[in-house]
């Protein structure tokens, strides 16, 4: 377990150097999600109530655009030079390889959400006081979900010629139940009480995040042979 | 009373590989169409064929990238298929690509490979990636990225990848690929020193002649058929199929 744990650190590790040197990636990604929340915006007009209506849905509209790139380009770096195939023949368990994965894709999401969320609150004027708990609560396991399915689809498409539009077609399906979670807890969230309701979306998320982790984490390394 | 003297019956290791009837299909093409080999401990044997032969795939089943269609592989004794992950820890293997980050430095693409091989010791994983380093030559290029390396450099660092530990089966598929003469004397460095070591080596390459010098016998696949075996320490199944019509055609270019 221990050295499970170890490897999945080292894998994340790694992906999280690559992602951070490979700059230009990380900025682009984050500037197209703030530039859907930017257009969203104007096209919306001033009407504040309509904004703070809206905010939740389009916050996690642009996390989702921002999360499809980055778990599919945190696959790409193993595809360049056939590091994939290096890396399945390490002689570690293969959950710990799909658990280093998904911590990247974790981490990478939790970045991306942490840099939206004061955009959202600035542009649509929302004040996020009193409500970073629960915004927290549910944007770390948003982020989960999204990592863990993200993680598996990304194996799955890592090899097509057209990964690009495979993913969202496969993914998204899949993670309607964690959007609509997602958003209604942001919504509950950014409420005048802000736990009306919150606590029953949490726990969807929660279930949802256990039931694709285990999912993934069994079912991960039979992507890895050909 | 008399005493009775109890002989334990002579226990003969494993051969490094066998394999039997060994046929890997892409599609209706078969790779690899019924292979039987065996290779003997601590032996350095050359696979030759031309290209499409089925080198390449043969190796790749080996090092577990590739599952079988048909028939079984050994390594040590252990069945490539059915316990991949106990053949992982005895097998190293360099393919055609060099599995590099490019965004790594040289010493983080080894750092990472040492840690996914189980050191945990950070004084060890340091002094282990310097040993390596310098044995491959690329001492004074540690701290660079492997972006900005060229293609030799980068077959000097997946080499040095295989020197972080010593495996019982070390597959080589086209090690000379991109090497200068230095580099290729480097190779030959390396496959003395693992032989030396009694690891048992298998290397593709289309320098036949280079590794002949060095190795102790050779197996020859043709449209992925074994079609002849020489030497010592390698030989033919004993369901080896001749070289009749393979199953299908074969694949243009290994895979």
């Given at each position: 377990m221990r050295a499970d744990a170890a490897v999945a650190w080292q894998i994340a590790r790694?992906?999280?150097?690559?992602e951070l040197r490979g700059r230009s990636a990380v900025g682009s990604t984050l500037f197209f999600a703030a530039l859907v929340l930017l257009l969203f915006g104007f096209a919306l007009g001033p009407d504040s109530r309509r904004l703070t209506e809206a905010a939740p849905g389009l916050l996690?509209?642009?996390?989702?655009?921002?999360?499809?790139?980055?778990?599919?380009r945190l696959h790409q770096l193993e595809a360049d030079d056939g590091a994939l195939e290096e890396l399945a023949r390490y002689p570690v368990e293969r959950h710990a390889i799909y658990a280093g994965k998904a911590l990247a894709g974790f981490g990478a999401m939790v970045v991306l959400g942490a840099v939206l969320l004061p955009i959202v609150a600035l542009l649509y004027g929302i004040d996020l006081a009193g409500a970073w708990a629960p915004l927290t609560a549910t944007l770390l396991l948003g982020a989960l979900g999204f990592a863990a399915v993200g993680t598996f689809y990304a194996g799955v498409t890592v090899r097509m010629r057209a990964r690009e539009v495979m993913l969202p077609l496969l993914m998204l399906p899949v993670i309607a139940p964690l959007?609509?979670?997602?958003?209604?807890a942001t919504a509950a969230a950014l409420g005048a009480d802000p736990f009306d309701g919150f606590w029953s979306w949490l726990q969807l998320?929660?279930?949802?995040?256990v039931v694709m982790l285990v999912a993934g984490?069994?079912?991960y390394g039979q992507l890895l042979d050909e | 009373m008399p005493q009775t003297t109890i002989y334990a019956a002579p226990r003969t290791p494993p051969p490094a590989v066998a394999t039997h009837e060994l046929a890997r299909l892409f599609g209706r093409n078969a790779a690899l169409a019924g292979v039987s080999l065996r290779v003997d401990r601590g032996r350095l044997i050359a696979l030759r064929g031309p290209n499409g032969a089925g080198k390449t795939t043969l190796l790749r089943i080996l090092a577990t990238s590739l599952r079988p269609s048909f028939g079984t592989a050994y390594v040590d004794g252990v069945d490539v298929a059915a316990r991949p992950d106990a053949v992982r820890a005895r097998v190293a293997y360099l393919g055609h690509a060099n599995g590099l980050y490019d965004d790594l430095t040289a010493e983080e693409n080894l750092s990472f490979a040492a840690r996914l091989l189980g050191m945990t010791d950070a004084a060890e994983v340091a002094e282990a990636v310097?040993?390596?380093?310098?044995?491959v030559g690329l001492e004074a290029d540690a701290t660079r990225r492997v972006r900005g390396f060229s293609a030799g450099m980068r077959r000097r660092l997946a080499l040095g990848r295989l020197l972080l530990r010593i495996p019982s089966l070390i597959l080589l598929d086209e090690p000379h690929a991109a090497l200068d003469?230095?580099?290729?004397?480097?190779?030959?460095?390396l496959l003395a020193t693992w032989?030396?070591?009694?690891?048992?080596?298998?290397?593709?390459s289309h320098q036949s002649e280079r590794v002949a010098r060095q190795a102790d016998g050779w197996a020859r696949l043709d449209g992925g058929l074994l079609t002849d075996v020489g030497g010592e320490g390698v030989a033919a199944g004993e369901s080896m199929i001749p070289a009749a019509a393979p199953l299908t055609t074969p694949v243009a270019a290994d895979r």
């Amino acid at each position: 377990m221990r050295a499970d744990a170890a490897v999945a650190w080292q894998i994340a590790r790694k992906d999280a150097l690559a992602e951070l040197r490979g700059r230009s990636a990380v900025g682009s990604t984050l500037f197209f999600a703030a530039l859907v929340l930017l257009l969203f915006g104007f096209a919306l007009g001033p009407d504040s109530r309509r904004l703070t209506e809206a905010a939740p849905g389009l916050l996690w509209l642009a996390i989702v655009f921002g999360g499809l790139l980055t778990v599919s380009r945190l696959h790409q770096l193993e595809a360049d030079d056939g590091a994939l195939e290096e890396l399945a023949r390490y002689p570690v368990e293969r959950h710990a390889i799909y658990a280093g994965k998904a911590l990247a894709g974790f981490g990478a999401m939790v970045v991306l959400g942490a840099v939206l969320l004061p955009i959202v609150a600035l542009l649509y004027g929302i004040d996020l006081a009193g409500a970073w708990a629960p915004l927290t609560a549910t944007l770390l396991l948003g982020a989960l979900g999204f990592a863990a399915v993200g993680t598996f689809y990304a194996g799955v498409t890592v090899r097509m010629r057209a990964r690009e539009v495979m993913l969202p077609l496969l993914m998204l399906p899949v993670i309607a139940p964690l959007l609509l979670a997602s958003v209604k807890a942001t919504a509950a969230a950014l409420g005048a009480d802000p736990f009306d309701g919150f606590w029953s979306w949490l726990q969807l998320l929660a279930a949802f995040d256990v039931v694709m982790l285990v999912a993934g984490g069994l079912t991960y390394g039979q992507l890895l042979d050909e | 009373m008399p005493q009775t003297t109890i002989y334990a019956a002579p226990r003969t290791p494993p051969p490094a590989v066998a394999t039997h009837e060994l046929a890997r299909l892409f599609g209706r093409n078969a790779a690899l169409a019924g292979v039987s080999l065996r290779v003997d401990r601590g032996r350095l044997i050359a696979l030759r064929g031309p290209n499409g032969a089925g080198k390449t795939t043969l190796l790749r089943i080996l090092a577990t990238s590739l599952r079988p269609s048909f028939g079984t592989a050994y390594v040590d004794g252990v069945d490539v298929a059915a316990r991949p992950d106990a053949v992982r820890a005895r097998v190293a293997y360099l393919g055609h690509a060099n599995g590099l980050y490019d965004d790594l430095t040289a010493e983080e693409n080894l750092s990472f490979a040492a840690r996914l091989l189980g050191m945990t010791d950070a004084a060890e994983v340091a002094e282990a990636v310097s040993r390596v380093l310098t044995e491959v030559g690329l001492e004074a290029d540690a701290t660079r990225r492997v972006r900005g390396f060229s293609a030799g450099m980068r077959r000097r660092l997946a080499l040095g990848r295989l020197l972080l530990r010593i495996p019982s089966l070390i597959l080589l598929d086209e090690p000379h690929a991109a090497l200068d003469a230095d580099g290729q004397a480097l190779v030959d460095r390396l496959l003395a020193t693992w032989h030396e070591r009694g690891a048992t080596v298998l290397v593709a390459s289309h320098q036949s002649e280079r590794v002949a010098r060095q190795a102790d016998g050779w197996a020859r696949l043709d449209g992925g058929l074994l079609t002849d075996v020489g030497g010592e320490g390698v030989a033919a199944g004993e369901s080896m199929i001749p070289a009749a019509a393979p199953l299908t055609t074969p694949v243009a270019a290994d895979r």
